[in-house]
């Protein structure tokens, strides 16, 4: 029964991320990208393939860096 919840849960999460309308970043404790939507793919230009493995604080602003580090570590 506890398998047939978490492969549930599992669908429900991946229908919410891929049918979403707007970009959805998941990152780990370190900041580094472990998954992405299409619109995340269409925001950055690039295919999730190429997105996952990087880094969340590379795609924003010098200015907007320091805030994002302060954010994950609260």
């Not at 990087?54 to 602003?61: H, P």
């Amino acid at each position: 029964i506890i398998l047939n919840k978490m492969k549930f849960s599992e669908m429900r999460y991946r229908k919410l991320l891929e049918s979403a309308s707007c970009s959805i970043f998941v990152a780990d404790l370190q900041g580094v990208i472990i998954e992405t939507n299409k619109q995340g793919e269409k925001l950055l230009g690039c295919s999730k393939a190429e997105i996952i493995g990087t880094r969340l604080k590379d795609y924003f602003a010098p200015e907007f860096k320091a805030k994002l580090v302060e954010w994950t570590k609260s």
